[in-house]
């Protein structure tokens, strides 16, 4: 499927490609330290933090994704979105206080002062293999795919190029840049969604035509137990594993609320990526929908948005929409690239090796490009896994999501989570979930053999917790400290956080309410 662009699509894509290459070369130039290029000075905003990470998290991985499972199941993929709110809510209320007040930049370095060395060194290298594979690797195999859909290129040409642009842009601007442009792309991405959303409501003409040209199923958030693909009882158990995971451990997430300036500016940057999360499913899921009761006879579950993009999109404006698209695809490369060269410049050399400032910038300008080539090659193992994009991307995060989900939960929850304990966890539950990781991949022992990804993330995560218990009370702490509770560290800022309570209130009666509608 190639797409047609006109004179006025390539002078769009023209003008942004030049706004992009333009802020990473003008914020290379206002870089002073190594906080400039990981953290961003650690001076961004509610908004700014709010943006860049709907930004990252809104990539080609989200639009095709979402695209895909609602032109196959439906708005029950919804719920990835609609309930990210409870975890965004369990991100600004525990986790933000302890990061901040423990002035750390990497997860890897909360784990050192919460539990110790062995814990430390672990999950340095568990992040470090996390990144590449799901927000790297599968962000270059959206990519690809998104690409060579436009242009009609290989899907290994279209990877390499995305690889050069991410890599180049990220070791020029750091953070910063990676952060102003995500705004921008924010902004665009939302607007062209919603008029694609618009043009194809038209196209279809009535909510009844679109409701009776999907299967009923298409419309229930919560499906019942018995069914094969997303029950109920699967998004219930499973998706908050990978929820704690991904929107309170994750470094490429987390690091943009790093950067805060304050714990407020933090909450309240939570707050409002919660409240985008609202329209998320109506322009990224609906239009998957719309493309099965339009484009059913054409399409497929991968190049659903591109289809419906290519058969909607007037000229100048199909130029704007691919302009959003491989500018969300930079952005999430980029805020990958970043997270990763953060952890292995600040967790794994300067423990070994004491760097200057220059030393310590051109370290992590080179780990940048060899993660951008290892991601490529784990790109290509994607693309001969066989399975739709949106399970194996999600399926993946889910698998590995179990022993980062324990250790951090009780470590902010429970005083007498100790270092043996999480040690337990970490090394016997991380070896456990990568195994599972590579058999789901390439579908060993035979496809359908294991459980739904999200059962089999959850079944991890209550066999670790009990582990974490169980071995916790049975062993005494050796290293590692308790922290104080949240009361105590806002009493330490004089943070006072009613206000951003109030927020989530009403955030909270917003989600009730939608999932009255879809229930």
């Known amino acids: 499927m190639n797409i047609t662009l006109t004179h006025i699509d390539y002078f769009v894509l023209l003008v942004y490609v030049t706004f992009l290459l333009f802020v990473g070369f003008y914020f290379s130039r206002k870089k002073k330290n190594k906080d400039d290029l990981f953290l961003g000075g650690r001076n961004l905003k509610w908004w700014q933090i709010g943006f860049s990470i709907f930004s990252a998290n809104a990539g080609p991985m989200t639009l095709i994704g979402f695209a895909g499972i609602g032109y196959t199941q439906g708005i029950v993929a919804g719920n990835f979105e609609w309930l990210a709110w409870v975890f965004l809510l369990l991100l600004a209320m525990v986790f933000i206080p302890h990061y901040h007040a423990t002035k750390i930049s990497t997860m890897p370095q909360f784990l050192l002062l919460r539990y110790g060395k062995r814990s430390y060194r672990f999950l340095t290298f568990y992040s470090l293999f996390s990144i590449l594979f799901i927000w790297l690797a599968g962000s270059l195999y959206a990519g690809g795919l998104l690409i060579s859909q436009i242009f009609g290129w290989s899907l290994l040409q279209a990877m390499i190029v995305v690889a050069v642009i991410a890599a180049s842009f990220t070791t020029m ?86 950067a805060a300036k304050s714990i407020k500016e933090g909450q309240y940057g939570a707050v409002f990526v919660a409240a985008l999360k609202i329209i998320m499913p109506f322009i990224f899921i609906f239009p998957g929908i719309m493309c099965y009761v339009l484009f059913k006879d054409i399409a497929q579950p991968d190049n659903a948005y591109m289809i419906m993009v290519k058969n909607l999109m007037p000229h100048g404006l199909l130029g704007l929409s691919v302009s959003a698209l491989i500018a969300a695809l930079i952005d999430t490369i980029s805020s990958g690239l970043n997270s990763f060269t953060t952890v292995f410049t600040l967790d794994v050399v300067q423990p070994v090796k004491k760097l200057s400032e220059k030393q310590t910038r051109f370290t992590g300008r080179i780990m940048t490009v060899l993660a951008a080539a290892v991601s490529l090659f784990i790109a290509m193992l994607f693309s001969w896994s066989g399975k739709g994009f949106f399970d194996l991307t999600q399926g993946l995060a889910s698998i590995l999501a179990p022993p980062l989900s324990v250790v951090f939960l009780a470590g902010v929850l429970w005083k007498k989570a100790n270092n043996t304990a999480a040690e337990w966890v970490l090394f016997g539950g991380g070896l456990l979930c990568a195994v599972l990781g590579v058999c789901h991949i390439l579908n060993f022992p035979y496809k359908g053999f294991w459980p739904h990804f999200l059962l089999l993330s959850f079944y991890t995560f209550l066999a670790l917790a009990i582990l974490m218990i169980v071995v916790s009370i049975v062993t005494k702490p050796v290293h590692g400290q308790s922290l104080p509770s949240v009361a105590e560290t806002n009493r330490r800022f004089k943070h006072d956080a009613k206000k951003v309570w109030i927020f989530w209130a009403i955030l909270a009666l917003i989600m009730v309410f939608i999932y009255l509608v879809f229930n």
């Open 173 to 258: 601007g750091g953070l910063k840049a990676v952060v102003r442009t995500g705004i921008f792309q924010s902004v665009i991405i939302i607007l062209t969604s919603i008029i694609l959303t618009i043009l194809a409501f038209q196209r279809i003409g009535t909510i009844q035509a679109l409701a009776q040209g999907a299967p009923a199923s298409y419309w229930q958030l919560f499906r019942p137990g018995s069914d094969p693909e997303y029950s109920w009882i699967a998004i219930v158990l499973g998706y908050p594993v990978v929820a704690i995971y991904y929107w309170c451990t994750d470094q490429t997430i987390v690091q943009k609320v790093l």
